[in-house]
């Protein structure tokens, strides 16, 4: 049961520790139906826990997940019908083929066939892995295994699409298909919520960013909300990033390492 | 050569252990005491096998015993350079083979300033760590113990290191073994096409039941004293093969021939220096070598509308089957499970015709068709059950992503378990019926009772498999915790003893096995009715609690 009236992700209060580490810290977050929503970070701020309690794959310690008007910890079986998901180092069947794996995701969600048929042959040929298709996975290249999992991320029109760094290994044709791609999701009520250290691609393609450290969400909005924010009007996101995550002394270290 | 090279690639593999030992990864400490263990054990058991054997020496007062301990004593020092060759091939190439198929944390790390030599010997040292090190350092302790009562030092001196150099010519034997599948394999995926896929398996299939049969032949075929007589006569009568020259060291220094000593121990010295370059030039040319894809499909994409699906399976369930079929047909880790059942056939058979040396029975035993239809269909069940859900290795975080639920879950597990394990037993039901020839009556009840089996303990290892799935992949797929598998084989064993009881007292009672009493009969198909009530109060309770595993399995899927 979807309600359009509700935010498409809503959390409140969520927070995850693992042992005396917390990954995320008390976070509340709204997510609008059709947004593309970045998530910036550096390493170990809980962006990909975020996703992953997002999607019901880690058991938030505090607070709710409400995805798609769906309580995540109450029926998260109906959460993953309606979500994409591609995580930052995909493992993928390595035995079967390109083709043998999107088949089998076509099934696992139940995609008529003579649809998933089209669907896989499309997306084949548009991210170039025709004549390859019929290899095993084992001897893709990294990119070629990224484009397998973000093509059984889009095979079944999810709702919500959860990218832990999709683009990955992309070429710079398959990396600006993908960017298309979730543009023109947009219009049709997709929402996205992609997790990426590429500043320029947050910039250029989200509507919202999240900048997030130590699992605490430090700050939230568009390019002009962030740069009002960080007290940096006309500079870039990544000026914005680094003084907002205290992180700015990039000259002093790279002083101290030429040393 | 730089020695600390080679010793810090060896730790690094030693340290690989960490990750099949599952201890916790976040702020990891080392527990030395119990990564010395095995190795501590050796040390006191050897010793005090030395000293035991060595006291018993001392106190026979008999000079005919005496001289026929010290006599048996020589002949088994003699053996040991070629016993612990052949032991050591063994653990080596398991322990290949168990690596095999997956993508190994201990790659070479070709772009440090590491040379081949280095990486070679490193990874030839590294095979040997664990039980082949346990059990050389048992033997060695207990050899220099027991020499000091019998006064063969120097002879003592020289067998140890004859068993040293052993391993290590196993070990490179296994190393040249190892690169040169790889090339092999690439060369057979190039030539046979789409069939690389099939051709794999029944190779693979075929190495293994060799390999096993081979093993189980000259371990369980002869008794010790046997084995070590007949390594020692055929040592002597096969001297011009270099594998033996360590042995024939030992032979010479015992007949006290000098020259001869000198001249196998120079041979033995080259041939291991030679095995060793050879398998350092092996490695610099095909150590890098990437295997070419396997092609398995070309042309049209036609999606299948499964025959599973008529049987009553979702698309999900059949999609999840029909995944693990070619799993277990494509994965070479996870292809022993089939040759568990045709070694469980192979190895009475082997008997029964007389292979092993032993007289051919004149008629065939019940038993042996019983064993046959029984074994290794139960065995497949218990295997695949415990091993299903742990295969999934780092590519379950998809179970755990997609809307699958619990019951689907176990469904498809359930049934792939099932199938499987059906099929192993009638393939062997048909060999063992060929074979035994047993009455229509006996033929039925036992591939009842088997069927019985199969699905009980599917049902039990199932949910043990869920409950104690281990995700861990390199340097060895777990899929299993050693406790849980442990435990749930032990309690499979009674299950299956207590579904099989009524047709136990039913051959008793009819006289099959000899009794002291006579007791009243119990009919053929009263006990196998017993069984099935059994068997399913059984499948049913585990059934649930595979069900209720899965459940918990789903919502903790944290990875």
């Known amino acids: ?259 | 050569m730089n020695w600390k090279n080679v010793l810090r690639l060896i730790s690094v593999d030693i340290k690989a252990g960490r990750l099949i030992r599952g201890q916790r990864l976040r702020r990891y400490r080392e527990q030395k005491i119990f990564q010395y263990l095995e190795y501590g054990g050796a040390c006191i058991l050897g010793l005090a096998i030395g000293i035991g054997a060595g006291s018993f020496y001392a106190a026979v007062a008999d000079p005919q015993l005496k001289t026929l301990f010290y006599q048996g004593a020589r002949s088994l020092f003699l053996s040991l350079p070629s016993l612990a060759l052949i032991f050591s091939l063994v653990f080596t190439m398991m322990g290949q083979i168990q690596r095999m198929g997956v993508r190994s944390s201990l790659q070479p790390p070709y772009w440090l300033p590491i040379t081949w030599e280095e990486h070679t010997l490193a990874s030839t040292l590294a095979n040997l760590i664990g039980v082949p090190l346990a059990f050389l350092i048992l033997l060695s302790l207990a050899i220099a113990t027991v020499s000091i009562y019998l006064g063969q030092m120097p002879l003592a001196a020289l067998t140890i290191f004859a068993l040293m150099a052993s391993a290590f010519l196993a070990s490179t034997t296994t190393e040249i073994f190892r690169i040169l599948q790889v090339r092999l394999i690439g060369a057979v995926y190039k030539s046979t096409g789409k069939a690389a896929v099939w051709v794999r398996f029944v190779g693979s299939m075929l190495f293994f039941v060799v390999f096993y049969v081979v093993w189980f032949a000259f371990s369980s075929g002869m008794g010790s004293v046997a084995l070590i007589e007949a390594v020692a006569g055929a040592q002597k009568a096969v001297w011009f093969v270099p594998y033996v020259w360590l042995g024939m060291v030992l032979a010479a220094f015992m007949s006290g021939l000098l020259a001869h000593t000198v001249i196998f121990s120079l041979a033995s010295l080259l041939f291991i220096l030679t095995l060793f370059y050879v398998a350092v030039r092996l490695n610099a040319r095909f150590g890098l070598y990437e295997l070419p894809a396997i092609t398995v499909s070309r042309g049209v994409y036609v999606p299948k509308v499964g025959f599973l699906g008529k049987l009553g399976f979702s698309s999900l369930e059949s999609a999840v089957m029909r995944k693990d079929f070619r799993a277990f047909t494509r994965r070479r880790e996870l292809m022993y499970v089939f040759i568990m059942p045709v070694v469980f056939i192979l190895m009475p058979l082997m008997q029964y015709l007389g292979i092993y040396g032993r007289p051919v029975e004149p008629e065939p035993s019940r038993f042996l068709f019983a064993w046959i239809l029984l074994v290794p269909g139960a065995i497949m069940a218990v295997m695949l059950g415990l091993m299903i859900i742990g295969e999934e290795g780092g590519s379950v975080w998809l179970f755990f992503s997609s809307p699958i639920t619990a019951r689907s879950l176990v469904k498809c597990k359930y049934a792939f378990v099932i199938i499987l394990s059906f099929v192993a037993m009638l393939v062997c039901g048909a060999i063992g019926i060929l074979v035994a020839h047993p009455s229509p009556d006996i033929a039925i009840a036992l591939l009842i009772e088997s069927i019985l089996l199969i699905l009980a303990l599917g049902a039990v290892s199932l949910g043990a498999g869920i409950k104690g799935a281990d995700f861990t992949e390199a340097p060895r797929p777990r899929m299993v915790r050693p406790l849980t598998a442990f435990v749930y084989t032990l309690l499979c064993l009674v299950l299956a003893l207590a579904i099989f009881s009524p047709l136990l007292l039913h051959a008793v009672t009819m006289g099959y096995m000899p009794v002291p009493v006579p007791l009243p009969k119990i009919d053929l198909y009263v006990a196998v009715s017993i069984s099935a009530v059994v068997a399913l109060v059984i499948t049913f309770v585990f059934y649930r609690i595979a069900l209720k595993n899965a459940e918990e399995f789903l919502l903790k899927a944290e990875m």
């Open chain 1, 1 to 259: 049961m979807i309600s359009t009236g509700e935010p498409a992700v809503k959390l409140s209060r969520v927070a995850k520790r693992y042992a005396d580490i917390t990954a995320v810290d008390y976070i509340d977050l709204d997510v609008k139906h059709g947004e593309i929503l970045g998530l910036l970070g550096p390493n170990g701020s809980g962006k990909s826990t975020t996703l992953k309690m997002i999607l019901g794959l880690v058991k938030p310690d505090s607070g709710s997940v409400n995805v798609l008007g769906i309580n995540a910890e109450e029926d998260p079986v109906a959460v993953k019908k309606q979500v994409g998901y591609v995580p930052e180092s995909p493992r993928l069947y390595e035995f079967l083929t390109g083709l043998e794996y999107l088949d089998f995701i076509g099934d696992i969600y139940g995609i008529e066939v003579s649809e998933k048929k089209k669907r896989i042959e499309e997306y084949l040929e548009a991210l170039e892995l025709e004549g390859r298709e019929g290899d095993m996975i084992s001897s893709y290249s990294q990119g070629m295994k990224q484009k397998i999992a973000l093509i059984s991320a889009f095979l079944h029109k999810p709702k919500l699409l959860l990218l832990d760094e999709p683009l990955n290994g992309l070429d710079p044709r398959s990396a600006r298909i993908v960017k298309d791609l979730l543009r023109e999701l947009k219009p049709q009520g997709v929402t996205t919520i992609m997790s990426t250290h590429i500043l320029e691609i947050a910039q250029a393609m989200c509507d919202r960013i999240a900048i997030m450290y130590e699992g605490r969400l430090l700050a939230l909005g568009n390019m002009k909300e962030l740069r009002q924010k960080a007290r940096l009007p006309g500079s870039d996101l990544e000026d914005i990033f680094l003084k907002l995550t205290g992180t700015e002394d990039i000259r002093e270290v790279v002083e101290a390492l030429l040393k």
